[in-house]
């Protein structure tokens, strides 16, 4: 096989459409004349978001902040220590390492220092658009700037939009600063990134669709990065690299503005170096609060659910470092419960379902788009093509099946409060060797997107026999973010549990 992104990439798309639609048509459907849940709206009227409209920083209710990340710059620039242009630039000199791993679709260094220098100079005047005045972040190449372009990491696609995506616009208002487009998968359709490298070990693949996102977050090229996640693409780059991604409940972060993947399935979440970092992002989002965390007690007496089965199927480095943490967890004070109500099967299922619906609304939208497809690597037109090729009554089905699913899976959540497993059960492969591990990649992480709950990916050691990052997977049911982020935050500030490669590569300027 070839090197990862060259001319002659091999595809898996008609071995994998062809496999899902045998198991879609092995499933039973126990109400044949049950209508499919083809409405998927928002969870929550996106008019009934409460809004972040404390302009007096963040707020840690009866605690220090956990990082020197974002929580500790926004109070540093507050209290002026900290200018915004000083950040700025030390957020800029991370560009040549982020560019020589692939991450940066965009860049305009003149404007971004003019941003930090408006907002340092509202700063010394006492002024603070919110509580992101002044915090870089970057944005993802499929997600709409104004004034930047957005190519989807695609020579088939180039658009200039005059307005800010919906998510972006919410961190804008907050303070934050767009530094950078950062470098997607083609369309968002794969989990490899292929023109980038991983931060660690460049012979490795990065981990997408949000591979720029990660590496960014690992190189200190920004504070946080804003992606996308329809099947894992937050949760497994933050994995393989070693870093934070955090996907909330399903329509509670407006997706507008975006270049679709899935109608149906398309989330927007932070990328960041810790759990904290990445929860603040969250609290603009979502327009509350999930950052409060009055100390490890808080977690005490959480049940939290494993599957043995999901667990075994981890390489066996991964799952070491999964039982490690499990361990940190139990000492903690949480109740560690086996579950039986998902299991492989089940991952199975959801990433035959996850691929059928997924690349028949991105085949629906390039044909709409008028999408050239001979410009596309050969793995993405090869997915396009074959998502052209996916019956009306499979696309229902896979749909109507999705809802059976949940139906059978959500019911872990009667036994526990949370769910977790490793993000992705192998570290980051080889560029020479990825193809057998494409499905596998994104196996542990398909059936949340599915189902539409939150999970966050946090690091969680280091393989034993390669060195490389292994992120644990927390899971909550429907909008309870909050809760999520309460134990990645515990977890990460025990001393047990050991920081991220982004916090370490921040700590030390590299």
Same mark, same amino acid.
């Given at each position: 096989?070839?090197?990862?992104?060259?001319?002659?990439?091999?595809?898996?798309?008609?071995?994998?459409?062809?496999?899902?639609?045998?198991?879609?048509?092995?499933?039973?459907?126990?109400?044949?004349?049950?209508?499919?849940? +083809?409405?998927?709206?928002?969870?929550?009227?996106?008019?009934?978001?409460?809004?972040?409209?404390?302009?007096?920083?963040?707020?840690?209710?009866?605690?220090?902040?956990?990082?020197?990340?974002?929580?500790?710059?926004?109070?540093?620039?507050?209290?002026?220590?900290?200018?915004?242009?000083?950040?700025?630039?030390?957020?800029?000199?991370?560009?040549?390492?982020?560019?020589?791993?692939?991450?940066?679709?965009?860049? @305009?260094?003149?404007?971004?220092?003019?941003?930090?220098?408006?907002?340092?100079?509202?700063?010394?005047?006492?002024?603070?658009?919110?509580?992101?005045?002044?915090?870089?972040?970057?944005?993802?190449?499929?997600?709409?700037?104004?004034?930047?372009?957005?190519?989807?990491?695609?020579?088939?696609?180039?658009?200039?939009?005059?307005?800010?995506?919906?998510?972006?616009?919410?961190?804008?208002?907050?303070?934050?600063?767009?530094?950078?487009?950062?470098?997607?998968?083609?369309?968002?359709?794969?989990?490899?990134?292929?023109?980038?490298?991983?931060?660690?070990?460049?012979?490795?693949?990065?981990?997408?669709?949000?591979?720029?996102?990660?590496?960014?977050?690992?190189?200190?090229?920004?504070?946080?990065?804003?992606?996308?996640?329809?099947?894992?693409?937050?949760?497994?780059?933050?994995?393989?690299?070693?870093?934070?991604?955090?996907?909330?409940?399903?329509?509670?972060?407006?997706?507008?503005?975006?270049?679709?993947?899935?109608?149906?399935?398309?989330?927007?979440?932070?990328?960041?170096?810790?759990?904290?970092?990445?929860?603040?992002?969250?609290?603009?989002?979502?327009?509350?609060?999930?950052?409060?965390?009055?100390?490890?007690?808080?977690?005490?007496?959480?049940?939290?659910?494993?599957?043995?089965?999901?667990?075994?199927?981890?390489?066996?480095?991964?799952?070491?470092?999964?039982?490690?943490?499990?361990?940190?967890?139990?000492?903690?004070?949480?109740?560690?419960?086996?579950? @039986?109500?998902?299991?492989?099967?089940?991952?199975?299922?959801?990433?035959?379902?996850?691929?059928?619906?997924?690349?028949? &609304?991105?085949?629906?939208?390039?044909?709409?788009?008028?999408?050239?497809?001979?410009?596309?690597?050969?793995?993405?037109?090869? !997915? +396009?093509?074959?998502?052209?090729?996916?019956?009306?009554?499979?696309?229902?089905?896979? !749909?109507?099946?999705?809802?059976?699913?949940?139906?059978?899976?959500?019911?872990?959540? @009667?036994?526990?409060?949370?769910?977790?497993?490793?993000?992705?059960?192998?570290?980051?492969?080889?560029?020479?060797?990825?193809?057998?591990?494409?499905?596998?990649?994104?196996?542990?992480?398909?059936?949340?997107?599915?189902?539409?709950?939150?999970?966050?990916?946090?690091?969680?050691?280091?393989?034993? &026999?390669?060195?490389?990052?292994?992120?644990?997977?927390?899971?909550?049911?429907?909008?309870?973010?909050?809760?999520?982020?309460?134990?990645?935050?515990?977890?990460?500030?025990? @001393?047990?549990?050991?920081?991220?490669?982004?916090?370490?590569?921040?700590?030390?300027?590299?």
């Amino acid at each position: 096989m070839s090197e990862i992104g060259s001319a002659t990439q091999y595809s898996v798309a008609s071995d994998s459409f062809r496999l899902a639609i045998d198991t879609l048509r092995s499933l039973p459907v126990p109400f044949p004349s049950s209508p499919p849940p +083809l409405k998927l709206g928002r969870l929550c009227d996106g008019n009934s978001r409460p809004g972040f409209l404390d302009d007096g920083g963040v707020e840690f209710n009866g605690g220090a902040p956990l990082s020197a990340g974002v929580f500790e710059a926004s109070r540093r620039i507050r209290t002026g220590e900290l200018a915004p242009e000083e950040l700025m630039e030390q957020c800029l000199d991370a560009q040549t390492r982020a560019a020589e791993l692939g991450a940066i679709a965009f860049l @305009d260094e003149e404007n971004c220092r003019n941003q930090a220098e408006a907002m340092g100079e509202q700063a010394r005047q006492g002024k603070f658009k919110g509580p992101l005045h002044g915090i870089p972040i970057t944005v993802k190449d499929i997600i709409h700037v104004s004034g930047m372009p957005t190519r989807a990491g695609s020579k088939a696609y180039a658009e200039f939009p005059e307005e800010d995506s919906g998510a972006v616009a919410l961190l804008r208002e907050a303070g934050a600063i767009v530094m950078a487009k950062v470098a997607t998968h083609e369309f968002a359709l794969g989990v490899t990134t292929p023109q980038c490298s991983h931060p660690l070990d460049p012979n490795r693949i990065s981990g997408g669709s949000s591979g720029g996102s990660a590496i960014a977050s690992v190189v200190g090229f920004g504070m946080a990065s804003i992606g996308t996640d329809t099947r894992a693409s937050l949760r497994v780059p933050a994995s393989l690299c070693g870093v934070v991604g955090f996907k909330p409940t399903f329509g509670l972060v407006p997706v507008d503005g975006i270049v679709p993947l899935s109608w149906t399935i398309d989330h927007i979440g932070p990328i960041a170096p810790t759990v904290s970092d990445a929860a603040c992002i969250m609290n603009i989002l979502l327009g509350r609060e999930i950052t409060k965390q009055p100390g490890p007690s808080s977690v005490v007496g959480l049940t939290v659910g494993v599957s043995p089965g999901i667990l075994h199927e981890s390489d066996d480095e991964v799952g070491s470092a999964v039982e490690r943490a499990l361990s940190v967890l139990s000492s903690i004070g949480c109740r560690i419960v086996e579950v @039986d109500w998902i299991g492989p099967s089940d991952l199975e299922i959801s990433n035959a379902l996850g691929l059928l619906i997924s690349r028949s &609304e991105a085949a629906a939208f390039h044909r709409a788009q008028g999408t050239d497809l001979s410009l596309c690597i050969p793995e993405v037109r090869d !997915q +396009l093509e074959a998502g052209l090729g996916v019956s009306a009554v499979d696309y229902l089905e896979s !749909q109507r099946q999705r809802s059976i699913l949940a139906g059978k899976v959500m019911r872990v959540f @009667d036994e526990c409060d949370l769910f977790v497993s490793a993000s992705s059960p192998v570290v980051a492969p080889l560029k020479s060797d990825y193809e057998r591990y494409l499905l596998k990649l994104s196996r542990n992480t398909i059936i949340w997107s599915l189902l539409g709950v939150p999970a966050l990916s946090m690091p969680c050691g280091y393989g034993s &026999e390669t060195g490389l990052p292994v992120g644990l997977q927390v899971v909550g049911p429907p909008l309870s973010e909050e809760l999520v982020a309460r134990l990645g935050m515990t977890l990460e500030a025990t @001393d047990a549990f050991g920081g991220s490669v982004g916090e370490g590569a921040r700590e030390q300027g590299t």
